[in-house]
């Protein structure tokens, strides 16, 4: 049978957080604002490392804009559909769109896990490997993680929208999130989807669990490695933005993804942790710890009022 024969259903309606306009408009008002806020963040932190010579050719940096451009486009995929949603009573979503917002959403939610993970591996070679540091993590190579983050994620996103994309929907088509993605939209499905189910939580769950493992596991190997009291508590300052990052965004993920798809009453609040939250507060956690980025920004506002 083919698509035009076993696809029915041609829209999904989109549950939302209300339907009260009053609490909508608040809403609107407040996710607004992190929309906003992580475009001003996530930009500020793209310019001021692509502006400062020192931040430009670091191992770190470079990876810490990549990932500030992998969280506008993660925002950027849920938000903006969001906020307009807010404002109509029908939350409407075409079935083409559906799978393009899932696809783009796994496609830069698992780079960024990658991405991640890469960075974790640029704090072990610095703090274990600090005279191989500029050797190892060459900006060659940088490159190349960077490209096999991205690389990754498309390859597991495309496996999850083949998957979704060939079941047929002739039924429901009211989708119990604020955005398309695989667990609410596949229980829509007209068909027996426990094998496809295991096989969608073998992939994102896998990847989530054991991104987060392997990041943890890095970590643990650097403090290990450590011996002294003075060591370990640089260590601990360097690396404590990054523990934070990793949890509240692995967190949410492996809640979601590493278990049956089985709803539950918080993973509309789960969905916004990582979704929204994370990508508007990854620039404040770099920014906040971090002198070199903080006294680069100070540079750059001196530049723009010199200007």
Known sequence: MDKNQTVVVREFFLSGFSQTSSIEAGLFVLFLFFYVSTWVGNVLIMITVASDKYLNSSAMYFLLGNLSFLDLCYSTVTTPKLLADFLNHEKLISYDQCIAQLFFLHFVGAAEMFLLTVMAYDRYVAIC???????????????????????????????????????????????????????????????????????????????????????????????????????????????????????????????????????????????????????????????????????????????????
């Open 129 to 307: 490997r600090p005279l191989h540091y500029t050797t190892v993590m060459s900006r060659g190579l940088c490159c190349a993680l960077v490209a096999a983050s991205w690389m990754g994620g498309f390859v597991h996103s495309t496996v999850q929208t083949i998957l979704t994309n060939r079941l047929p929907f002739c039924g429901p088509n009211q989708v119990d999130n604020f955005f398309c993605d695989v667990p609410p939209v596949i229980k829509l499905a007209c068909a027996d989807t426990f094998v496809i189910e295991l096989l969608m939580v073998s992939n994102s769950g896998l990847i989530s669990t054991s991104s987060f493992v392997v990041l943890i596991s890095s970590y643990t190997t650097i403090l290990v490695k450590i011996r002294s009291k003075e060591g370990r508590r640089k260590a601990l300052s360097t690396c404590a933005s990054h523990l934070m990052v990793v949890t509240l965004f692995f967190g949410p993920c492996i809640f979601i993804y590493a278990r049956p798809f089985s709803t539950f009453s918080v993973d509309k609040m789960v969905s916004v942790l990582y979704n929204v939250i994370t990508p508007m507060l990854n620039p404040l956690i770099y920014t906040l710890r971090n002198r070199e980025v903080k006294s680069a920004m100070q540079k750059l506002w001196v530049k723009i009022l010199t200007f």
